[in-house]
């Protein structure tokens, strides 16, 4: 149903028609409308997921107890892998049960779904991990993990509201400050192509590393 | 090689406008237990978190072991106290220590059984089963004792390590940290200053953010020259100049109100009578006095220098 021309007009209403025709024309269809709820989860789910990489355990000085044992550096950086570790596992082990699902489902669910697999899991993953990094920065600034999160979300809406306005007066000069969030490239993800995952998976590093460098100069200099 | 474990130049930690510390410039010498004492808000904690690199100082510099707070060389060479840090509450405690040894650079095995030797020395191997949230406060901070003699540490840093716990606990504790001491260099904050009398060599006396003095314990104590009475109630005035007219009696000190303390030194060369002289004084006078110690203690020495 998902694949049929009506409700490709219905969806062109609300998404991006080249998104859709990438997703729902000769691909599995249960499969390719799990990947766009899941690619429309990531912010949230990270910014809420990714927010006690250092927090909490700022608040309750638990660092304490580590920073004879290991050095600053190795606990922000340690922190920052162990939550892109544990929310990309949580992505892959959700995406290998719609996948499965999408095999039971969809007609030649089999062979389209393992076409698509490996590169829904890249691109997932690719996706996350700035906002992960968003969150190392976030966490290091506060005390617990509630207000990481809340600051996360906070900075993330109010930069997505700053962005629309800014799109009103100026396409041209939006797109460029949309690129401060890491959600600008989604609409790259989404259209599953190797090609195209490749050039947004370029930024990924830079992501990492503005937001990383950023955290670790608080990091680095702040009371624990 | 110095012979300072701790070094300070010009350190200085505000918080806001509001200085904690300002200019303490004190060598911390290898080898010995050091105090650090002064009363409520006189910067010893946030002294000793400079020491440790949990704060960053605003002005001045510190040295632990000739290297910054932080250093990647000190890993396994300090081991840390902190006086308000809990542990994770949902991971067994004996766990938590197993991790911190591996940290130190213990393997797996060795990790274990260094974890089970902590946990001995402050009678809690029985509890290396259970999380934070079934322990009570006081073994909580026995906990936190054991993860600070994990290794074999160079310099080991204690904030209040005897605050809330039982006589007999603090007494075992001393007596752990006394049997480091032989090894070790160890830094003690404490409000209680017996504590830091029993235990330490020297001791740093803070007051209002400043370094007041950084002495021996045995300069501030003068164990052969004085009594120290407990009295049944405060000492009147008068008692000061019945004592002076004994030959024997070179000063009189009376405790705060509510102190019921009274300290009397004599001459040095008064010989062993001098004592009998004292005691018979005060019972001639009608001053009864329920303890007496030979020696002025550290308590009555800081708290006179404090003011």
């Known amino acids: 149903m998902l694949s049929n021309a009506e409700t490709g007009f219905i969806l062109s209403l609300f998404i991006d028609p080249k998104v859709i025709q990438s997703l729902f024309v000769g691909r599995a269809p249960t499969f390719s409308a799990y990947f766009y709820l899941a690619m429309s989860s990531v912010p949230m789910f990270v910014l809420l997921a990714a927010s006690d990489q250092t927090a909490n355990d700022i608040g309750s000085k638990y660092l304490r107890f580590l920073t004879p044992r290991c050095n600053r550096l190795e606990i922000f950086v340690g922190r920052f892998f162990g939550a892109t570790i544990l929310i990309s596992f949580a992505y892959i082990l959700v995406t290998i049960i719609a996948a499965l699902i999408s095999m039971a489902v969809d007609n030649n669910g089999v062979s389209l779904v393992l076409a698509d697999l490996p590169l829904v899991l890249v691109s997932l993953v690719l996706y996350l991990i700035p906002f992960v990094a968003f969150m190392s920065l976030c966490s290091v600034i506060v005390g617990s993990a509630g207000l990481s999160a809340l600051m996360g979300v906070s900075v993330y809406v109010v930069m997505l509201v700053i962005i629309s306005v800014i799109g009103i007066k100026s396409k041209d000069f939006a797109e460029v400050i949309s690129y401060i969030i890491p959600n600008s490239t989604k609409f790259q993800y989404l259209q599953l192509s190797w090609v195209k995952m490749m050039g947004a998976s370029l930024l990924v590093p830079i992501y990492v590393v503005a937001y990383g460098l950023l955290g670790w100069m608080i990091f680095s200099k702040r009371d624990i | ?307």
């Open chain 2, 1 to 307: 090689m110095s012979e300072n474990i701790i070094e300070t130049n010009g350190l200085a930690k505000s918080f806001g406008n509001q200085w904690a510390l300002y200019n303490i410039n004190v060598n911390v010498k290898k080898d010995i237990t050091t105090g650090l004492v002064g009363p409520n808000g006189a910067g010893k904690t946030t002294l000793f978190s400079l020491f440790c690199g949990f704060l960053k100082p605003t002005k001045g510099s510190v040295k632990i072991l000739n290297h910054e707070p932080d250093h990647p060389l000190l890993r396994g060479r300090i081991s840390i106290l902190p006086q308000d840090a809990s542990l994770l509450k949902t991971i067994p405690v004996g766990k938590q220590l197993t991790m911190f040894a591996e940290l130190q650079g213990f393997k797996k095995r060795l990790a274990v059984e260094e974890a089970e030797r902590v946990l001995e020395m402050v009678n809690l191997s029985s509890s290396r089963h259970k999380t934070a949230d079934q322990l009570s406060h006081g073994m909580l901070k026995r906990i936190a004792i054991a993860q600070a003699f994990i290794g074999t540490p160079d310099l080991i840093l204690l904030d209040e390590p005897t605050a809330g716990l039982d006589p007999g606990t603090t007494d075992n504790i001393k007596s752990v940290i006394r049997s480091l001491s032989k090894n070790t260099s160890i830094i003690i904050t404490s409000h209680n200053l017996e504590v830091i009398e029993d235990l330490c060599q020297q001791v740093i006396i803070l007051k209002e953010g400043r370094l007041h003095s950084d002495e021996k314990v045995s300069d501030l104590t003068a164990r052969t020259k004085a009594l120290t009475f407990r009295l049944e109630q405060d000492a009147d005035n008068s008692i000061r100049s019945v004592l002076k007219a004994l030959d024997i009696v070179t000063e009189v000190k009376l405790g705060k109100p509510g102190q019921h303390r009274l300290v009397v030194h004599y001459s040095s060369d008064a010989g062993q009578m001098a004592e009998i002289e004292i005691i018979k004084c005060l019972a001639e006078n009608n001053i009864p006095y329920r303890e007496m110690i030979r020696g002025e203690r550290l308590q009555e020495s800081v708290t006179d220098r404090l003011g």
